[in-house]
Every structure is written in C-alpha cells, then in structure tokens.
C-alpha cells in the first residue's frame, strides 16, 4: 500500500488511538488497528475498521457523558 501523502510505499500494520468530538462527549478508542507510514506517520483505516467505529459512535451516546475512553477490542 502507498502512503497518501508522501507516496512512500512504507506502510505498516500498526494501532493508534482514535479521537472524535461527538455532540454530547469526547470519544477515545485505544489501540485502533490501522496502517501507518513509518516515513511520515500517515495513518490509514481499514474500512472494516472504519464501519466498526462508526457503530461504537452510534452507541455511545446511549451511555456516554462527557468522556469515554474505550478499548477498541472489547468495543467493536
């Protein structure tokens, strides 16, 4: 896979955190699987990954507050 910015054909499998402003809290998923740029540190999602965070998003207004951090394993 090519890194979409700096085109560098470097692209690891790696995990990071994910971060999102939602209207009623800050969403914080841990140690999200993704592909990373080891020339840049461009980070890329799978799209099962990405269908797997939007479904935590459209649950955790059900119970969030104001801060929720969460495990992406034990959340998707």
Do not use: W
Not at 20 to 33: D, F, G, M, R, T
Not at 57 to 70: P, Q, R, T
Request: net charge negative; with cysteine.
């Amino acid at each position: 896979m090519k890194c979409l910015s700096c085109k560098s054909e470097t692209m690891i499998d790696s995990k990071t955190t994910y971060f999102a402003h939602l209207p009623n809290c800050y969403l914080i998923i841990e140690n999200v699987p993704c592909k990373k740029c080891s020339q840049c540190g461009e980070e890329v999602f799978p799209m099962s990954v990405m269908e797997r965070i939007d479904h935590i998003i459209e649950n955790v207004g059900k119970f969030a507050s104001k801060v929720c951090v969460l495990e992406y394993h034990q959340a998707a």
